[in-house]
């Protein structure tokens, strides 16, 4: 019996990104590749974007970066879950850069970068409206001027929240937000959209725009057409196709009823392949 096969289409993921290129021509185009690259393989996937001209990526953990690293030596490379004091050594040993999210954040990599006897790099995250991750107002009041010194911010940025609803007002006011709380900042690099955001417009792009999903064939712009080329085909057997005597109810819970002389293909793939009941 032939088994179920997920294709993964890498040049698409390539194709994908020099959509995104073409559509915020003025801003770097990074890779967001947490979660194993949104379950497709990361050390498959993050070569492949290099080559299309990628330099820098976004995951998740630490752990997910330094596997990233391995792979991809000269990346710039940014952990968005933030920074704890047990993983700071290896941070630094591995040249990578917490996205720090809160102000203790901020004080761990200022003393780390003391010690080392150097400034080092980061991004900062400002909350804007989506009320999760990131440096409130409050936050920015409280920082230290000295800690703020002590690093090197490479990069200030937000998640926009409702972004694949155009006509939602949350967008414009968080963008307008998001620049009110950066410009209370040392002058860095901005960074807002998100897949969706990406097609929002270029006031959105500012200077580096940030896919995930959008890379891997799931549309950004829902209700569209999706500009995006589709990344993952699955192929699965036919182990059954039956022909009803008369009208029955089809699978668990009875919520289909087929009608006489429908025919039902059972096919070869199920929770344990990840469809969902």
Same mark, same amino acid.
Request: aromatic share 6%; proline share 8%; glycine share 10%.
């Given at each position: 019996?032939?088994?179920?096969?997920?294709?993964?289409?890498?040049?698409?993921?390539a194709?994908?990104?020099?959509?995104?290129?073409a559509?915020?021509?003025?801003?770097e185009?990074?890779?967001?590749v947490?979660?194993?690259?949104? =379950?497709?393989?990361?050390?498959?996937?993050?070569?492949?974007?290099?080559?299309?001209?990628?330099?820098?990526?976004?995951?998740?953990?630490?752990?997910?970066?330094?596997?990233?690293?391995?792979?991809?030596?000269?990346?710039?490379?940014?952990?968005? +879950?933030?920074?704890?004091?047990?993983? &700071?050594?290896?941070?630094?040993?591995?040249?990578l850069?917490?996205?720090?999210n809160?102000?203790? +954040?901020?004080?761990l990599?200022?003393?780390?970068? /003391?010690?080392? =006897?150097? /400034?080092?790099?980061? #991004?900062?995250? %400002? +909350?804007?409206g989506m009320?999760?991750?990131?440096?409130?107002?409050?936050?920015?009041?409280?920082?230290?001027?000295?800690?703020?010194?002590?690093?090197?911010?490479?990069?200030?940025?937000?998640?926009?929240?409702? #972004?694949?609803?155009?006509?939602?007002? !949350?967008?414009?006011?968080?963008? #307008?937000?998001?620049?009110? @709380?950066?410009?209370?900042l040392?002058?860095?690099?901005?960074?807002?959209?998100?897949?969706?955001?990406?097609?929002?417009?270029?006031?959105?792009? @500012?200077?580096?725009? !940030?896919?995930?999903?959008?890379?891997?064939g799931?549309?950004?712009?829902?209700?569209?057409?999706?500009?995006?080329?589709?990344?993952?085909? &699955?192929?699965?057997?036919? %182990?059954?196709? @039956?022909? @009803?005597?008369?009208?029955?109810?089809?699978?668990?819970?009875?919520?289909?009823? #087929?009608?006489?002389?429908?025919?039902?293909?059972? &096919?070869?793939?199920?929770?344990?392949?990840? %469809?969902?009941?």
């Amino acid at each position: 019996m032939p088994e179920t096969v997920l294709h993964i289409d890498l040049g698409a993921i390539a194709l994908n990104y020099a959509t995104l290129q073409a559509t915020a021509p003025g801003s770097e185009v990074a890779g967001v590749v947490k979660a194993d690259a949104y =379950g497709l393989g990361a050390k498959a996937v993050a070569p492949v974007l290099w080559q299309a001209g990628c330099r820098t990526f976004f995951t998740a953990k630490l752990d997910e970066a330094t596997t990233l690293r391995a792979v991809l030596p000269e990346a710039v490379i940014y952990v968005l +879950e933030g920074l704890a004091d047990d993983e &700071i050594a290896t941070f630094v040993e591995a040249g990578l850069r917490p996205v720090l999210n809160q102000p203790v +954040e901020l004080e761990l990599w200022a003393g780390a970068g /003391r010690r080392a =006897g150097r /400034r080092l790099e980061a #991004a900062l995250q %400002l +909350e804007t409206g989506m009320c999760r991750m990131g440096m409130t107002e409050t936050d920015l009041a409280d920082l230290s001027s000295a800690a703020l010194a002590a690093i090197d911010p490479t990069l200030v940025l937000s998640h926009l929240g409702s #972004a694949d609803d155009p006509a939602s007002p !949350r967008n414009a006011a968080q963008l #307008a937000r998001f620049h009110a @709380l950066a410009a209370r900042l040392p002058a860095a690099r901005l960074s807002l959209a998100n897949s969706p955001g990406c097609f929002l417009g270029p006031a959105y792009h @500012l200077d580096l725009i !940030r896919p995930g999903a959008a890379l891997y064939g799931i549309n950004p712009t829902p209700g569209r057409p999706n500009p995006m080329r589709p990344v993952v085909r &699955i192929d699965a057997p036919v %182990l059954r196709v @039956l022909q @009803l005597d008369a009208p029955c109810a089809v699978g668990y819970g009875a919520t289909h009823t #087929a009608d006489h002389g429908a025919r039902i293909a059972t &096919i070869g793939v199920g929770y344990a392949d990840g %469809l969902p009941r």
